[in-house]
């Protein structure tokens, strides 16, 4: 399947920064990306979608100038995390949409990032 | 809208048995897809197997089996000969395949395999 990186794994930052998440689809390119939070236990809710060389769509009741999103190429989504506080700890993750063999599409999802804000 | 329903929080098997992780979903959409994905405590999200609405037959992926009940609108997910590794979270998910590109996950299952 195709492969989706992410970065950094894991970050502790101060409350009052700003923290950047990369996300790279490897081996093929991706003209959307999409951006989910998940509290531990719960399910994945998506926070936005992410398309290159245009302004993000954010989900209802997600701050836009909270979570900046750049799709700055095919391969290459970033989400930043400004002034970060502790209620914006979570796991965030990322995916990007490529072909199956059969021809429909499906997800391929980045490792994830746990952001813990002190 | 779409909607997802994982009614098992948590399931436990014995190594080496079949388990059953259910899933059922409502759409007005005629055209759709069907997904589980597994995932382990690291986080990292697997895909596991995908259902088209409009597939005669069940989608298979060697020990994965998808048990879609059109009528019922249930996509069932079948794993056989369970593995210690099987232990994970897994979730259910769906695509309405006309109007949008993104997934609407299920609560998800937290599964078990006991040795």
């Known amino acids: 399947g195709a492969v989706v990186s992410q970065h950094p794994s894991r970050v502790i930052c101060k409350s009052g920064t700003s923290v950047k998440i990369e996300c790279r689809s490897l081996?093929?390119?991706?003209?959307?990306m999409f951006w989910y939070r998940q509290f531990p236990k719960q399910s994945l809710m998506l926070m936005a979608t992410?398309?290159?060389?245009?302004?993000?769509?954010?989900e209802q009741g997600v701050e836009k100038d909270k979570f900046l999103i750049n799709h700055a190429s095919l391969t290459l989504s970033t989400l930043t995390v400004t002034s970060a506080h502790p209620e914006d700890s979570s796991f965030y993750i990322c995916?990007?949409?490529?072909?199956?063999?059969?021809?429909?599409?499906?997800?391929?999802f980045g490792p994830g990032t746990r952001l813990l804000v002190l | 809208a779409q909607k997802i329903t994982q009614t098992q929080p948590g399931m436990f098997v014995q190594e080496k048995e079949a388990v059953t992780l259910d899933c059922t979903y409502d759409?007005?959409?005629?055209?759709?897809?069907l997904f589980w994905y597994k995932q382990p405590s690291s986080g990292e999200m697997i895909f596991l197997i995908y259902?088209?609405?409009?597939?005669?037959q069940n989608a298979t992926e060697g020990r994965y089996s998808l048990n879609f009940q059109k009528a019922r609108k249930s996509a069932n997910l079948v794993i056989s000969a369970s593995q210690l590794g099987d232990s994970a979270m897994y979730f259910c998910?769906?695509?309405?395949?006309?109007?949008?590109?993104?997934?609407?996950f299920g609560s998800g299952t937290q599964l078990t395999v006991l040795p």
């Open positions: 995916s990007a949409p490529s072909s199956l063999a059969g021809g429909e599409e499906t997800q391929y």
């Open positions: 081996d093929f390119q991706a003209t959307t």
């Open positions: 992410s398309n290159e060389g245009s302004k993000a769509t954010y």
């Open positions: 759409t007005s959409d005629p055209s759709y897809g």
């Open positions: 259902q088209g609405s409009y597939d005669q």
């Open positions: 998910a769906m695509r309405e395949l006309r109007s949008a590109r993104q997934l609407t």
